[in-house]
């Protein structure tokens, strides 16, 4: 049997992998396309670029899935939230990093692994030998995405992620918007302000809402369909399902008040999150869209506080595959029909960069434990991991499979906690403090020091 792990995508999943297997004294190669074969969404050759939002989401590890999500994979000594940690931006209850030193650093750490060497080079085909994760995620190769295909005998499915624009700090009116995160959540100052607002009158509002529907969008090739993850809807589509949808969704009022006129309730407001540690870049939250660069700086502009912005980067629209793993994964994600090769990360049916990191953390543990004769079992489903792996190798159902981000809504009920609104603040509670203990209790099981 082979001494190698190979590892094909230095995402996300992929760099967690990596340094899991590594770590329990398994030898890795990455291989990585980048920068030789480039795409449309990633800007460097860096290993783990945050290619979207520069946001881990909530870090709120009692109320939150995400946060519970966070704790485990810290628990689990993960180098994708231990570098998130290390580079964080002020984000109120979020954590949100400085993309480019975060994708650098998790580079540099892999690469000074006494284990991992990385080669940068476009796999092409499932490999018949040899121990194999796939994780090349959302911007698979065309060449292997229709090798899969040809294995899995089934069109991968398809959908479509949207990037949100970024704008220069400098070019923000400041006398138009302020500081301020939703509700003031945050520890320290630079929490509770993390957050530029810029205010909408109803009028302000009603007009940049008939500019977006009536602006020039990106065109689908042919036998393309237009299926968006719910959670990375572009804001025209979202405007096309009502004028009011912005205004409850990205846009909402609540929570924020406008000192440069505090007695006026905003009918609108649009949020930027600091992108770097500078503070120099500013991405606009919510707003992935799939308008022409010309009418997306046309149509941001008439947002009060942008009227002078210069856009770092427009937003964008790329296609984004997935396998039915329900259908095609076992219990130790191995594909059942090649159980030589594992899928991770965004590929498998999970959304979010955590999501993808901690299927990877999963599936490089499990493929290293394998190769060293100790088989690892899947965590228990009370966990957030747990949860995850079984909704996509089972849990779902296959004929309606589409990408999922991590919620309470996969978790088994705790016994004895009132349902309803008015009690899930305890039944959250409830979940988290269960999955900690099963999820702690697992890592001691393992035993999976390195030899």
């Known amino acids: 049997m082979s001494d190698t792990l190979h590892i094909v995508g230095g995402g996300m999943?992929?760099?967690?992998?990596?340094?899991?297997?590594?770590?329990?004294?398994?030898?890795?190669?990455?291989?990585?396309?980048?920068?030789?074969?480039?795409?449309?969404?990633?800007r460097t050759g860096h290993l783990a670029e945050m290619v979207c939002s520069n946001s881990f989401r909530s870090d709120d590890d009692e109320q939150n899935a995400v946060g519970l999500l966070h704790w485990e994979m810290r628990a689990g000594g993960g180098v994708i939230m231990a570098t998130a940690d290390a580079h964080k931006l002020p984000a109120g209850g979020a954590l949100a990093v400085d993309r480019d030193p975060f994708a650098e650093a998790v580079t540099a750490q892999l690469k000074a692994h006494p284990r991992i060497s990385v080669s940068y080079e476009e796999i092409t085909t499932l490999p018949r030998e040899g121990q194999w994760i796939i994780s090349t995620g959302p911007l698979t190769s065309g060449a292997l995405a229709e090798a899969i295909r040809a294995e899995t005998g089934a069109?991968?499915?398809?959908?479509?992620?949207?990037?949100?624009?970024?704008?220069?700090?400098?070019?923000?009116?400041?006398?138009?918007?302020?500081?301020?995160?939703?509700?003031?959540?945050?520890e320290t100052e630079e929490?509770?302000?993390?957050?530029?607002?810029?205010?909408?009158?109803?009028?302000?509002?009603?007009?940049?809402?008939?500019?977006?529907?009536?602006?020039?969008?990106?065109?689908?090739?042919?036998?393309?369909?237009?299926?968006?993850f719910d959670g990375c809807l572009p804001i025209e589509v979202m405007a096309e399902r009502g004028r009011e949808t912005l205004r409850h969704g990205?846009?909402?009022?609540?929570?924020?008040?406008?000192?440069?006129?505090?007695?006026?309730?905003?009918?609108?407001?649009?949020?930027?999150?600091?992108?770097?540690?500078?503070?120099?870049?500013?991405?606009?939250?919510?707003?992935?869209?799939?308008?022409?660069?010309?009418?997306?700086?046309?149509v941001f502009k008439m947002i009060p506080g942008l009227q002078n912005a210069s856009f770092a980067r427009l937003g964008g629209i790329h296609r984004n595959t997935f396998?039915?793993?329900?259908?095609?994964?076992?219990?130790?994600?191995?594909?059942?029909?090649?159980?030589?090769?594992?899928?991770?990360?965004?590929?498998?049916?999970?959304?979010?960069?955590?999501?993808?990191?901690?299927?990877?953390?999963?599936?490089?543990?499990?493929?290293a434990g394998e190769m060293r004769g100790r088989p690892v079992s899947a965590p228990p489903a009370t966990t957030a991991m747990g949860a995850l792996i079984t909704h996509i190798t089972g849990?779902?159902?296959?004929?309606?499979?589409?990408?999922?981000?991590?919620?309470f809504g996969l978790f088994p009920p705790v016994d004895g906690v009132?349902?309803?609104?008015?009690?899930?603040?305890?039944?959250?509670?409830?979940?988290?403090?269960?999955?900690?203990?099963?999820?702690?209790?697992?890592?001691?099981?393992?035993?999976?020091?390195?030899?």
């Not at 297997?21 to 980048?34: F, P, T, Y």
């Not at 810029?198 to 020039?216: G, K, N, S």
């Not at 979010?352 to 499990?366: I, K, T």
């Not at 849990?395 to 919620?407: I, L």
């Open 191 to 228: 929490e509770r302000t993390a957050y530029i607002n810029c205010p909408m009158t109803r009028e302000q509002y009603e007009a940049f809402i008939d500019a977006l529907l009536a602006a020039d969008k990106t065109e689908f090739h042919d036998g393309e369909t237009a299926t968006y």
């Open 323 to 367: 396998i039915n793993s329900p259908t095609l994964l076992d219990d130790q994600m191995r594909l059942k029909s090649r159980p030589n090769i594992r899928f991770a990360g965004q590929i498998t049916g999970v959304e979010g960069y955590v999501e993808s990191a901690s299927m990877g953390l999963l599936a490089g543990r499990m493929a």
């Open 155 to 186: 069109e991968a499915l398809a959908f479509f992620d949207a990037i949100a624009p970024i704008v220069y700090f400098e070019s923000i009116d400041m006398d138009h918007a302020w500081r301020q995160s939703r509700y003031d959540k945050g």
């Open 13 to 42: 999943a992929g760099s967690e992998a990596a340094w899991q297997a590594a770590n329990m004294g398994v030898n890795v190669v990455i291989h990585e396309m980048r920068p030789k074969v480039e795409t449309f969404a990633h």
């Open 250 to 298: 990205p846009m909402k009022p609540v929570g924020l008040t406008n000192p440069h006129d505090p007695d006026v309730k905003p009918w609108a407001v649009v949020q930027l999150r600091r992108d770097n540690a500078l503070g120099t870049l500013y991405n606009i939250v919510g707003f992935q869209t799939k308008m022409k660069y010309g009418a997306q700086t046309d």
């Open 418 to 451: 009132k349902g309803g609104r008015r009690g899930r603040k305890d039944r959250y509670k409830a979940y988290t403090d269960r999955a900690k203990a099963d999820w702690t209790g697992w890592l001691a099981q393992q035993g999976l020091d390195a030899a």
């Open 395 to 407: 849990g779902a159902d296959a004929k309606t499979f589409q990408p999922m981000n991590v919620n």
